[in-house]
């Protein structure tokens, strides 16, 4: 009997020893999982927010240098539209390092923050932007990854499209909120096409348990649909 307990006793130690190893083995991969997620959230945000921030302070840049003499005032517009540019930049780099909220990302009514958004494009670019914004209410989370994916459309359209007009429209269903991006320039094959914008939109919707929807081919303009399921 004394040897059966012995055996026991040493059979649970070393269960034990096995469990704690296996639950330093389980912490340790959750913390280089974390720190991976971590890293590709920063690098999308990153991508989203700063990269193409700098990339219009470029444009814009190099419009109002040529324009100068040509045209000063706009070159002077364009200047505004840099600081302002500028200094959103300042205030989305803050919010990485977590010197800032991301309250100060999306104020309370996303057709607001929507329409800041289109107005400055359509100021940089010259294009056309039809847009319907409707009263939306949706939560914080909703409400930045709509803005994100709205940036990153006007962005591609800024740098592929070619297109003149612009086309915009937020809507609330019963299953979610729908974000429509249309534009009228050259289009891609869609199926061939690879990058980082928007797969970061699909991942950041699919974390949201949404989806982003693309319909585009050469020719015939593009379609951005995003669809954010509603929440609890």
Do not use: W
Request: with cysteine; hydrophobic share 40%.
């Amino acid at each position: 009997m004394h040897r059966v307990v012995r055996q026991y006793d040493e059979r649970a130690r070393g269960l034990e020893a096995d469990l704690a190893d296996a639950e330093r083995r389980l912490a340790e991969a959750q913390r280089r999982q974390g720190a991976a997620d971590e890293r590709e959230r920063i690098a999308r945000e990153i991508h989203d927010t700063l990269a193409q921030g700098f990339a219009s302070i470029v444009v814009l840049a190099e419009a109002a240098r040529d324009g100068l003499r040509s045209d000063p005032d706009r070159s002077g517009r364009q200047l505004v539209s840099i600081e302002q540019t500028a200094r959103e930049n300042l205030a989305e780099a803050r919010v990485l390092v977590g010197a800032a909220s991301q309250g100060s990302v999306a104020p309370a009514s996303v057709a607001r923050t929507l329409r800041r958004t289109l107005d400055r494009f359509a100021e940089d670019t010259g294009l056309t932007v039809h847009a319907e914004l409707p009263y939306v209410e949706c939560d914080q989370t909703t409400r930045i990854a709509l803005l994100r994916c709205t940036q990153e459309s006007l962005a591609n359209v800024r740098k592929h499209a070619a297109a003149s007009t612009v086309g915009v429209v937020l809507e609330r269903h019963p299953h979610g909120v729908e974000l429509e991006i249309t534009d009228d320039g050259r289009g891609f094959a869609v199926a061939a096409s690879r990058g980082f914008g928007l797969d970061g939109m699909r991942r950041r919707l699919a974390e949201l348990g949404g989806e982003l929807t693309v319909t585009s081919s050469p020719g015939e303009g593009t379609r951005i649909l995003a669809m954010i399921p509603a929440r609890a």
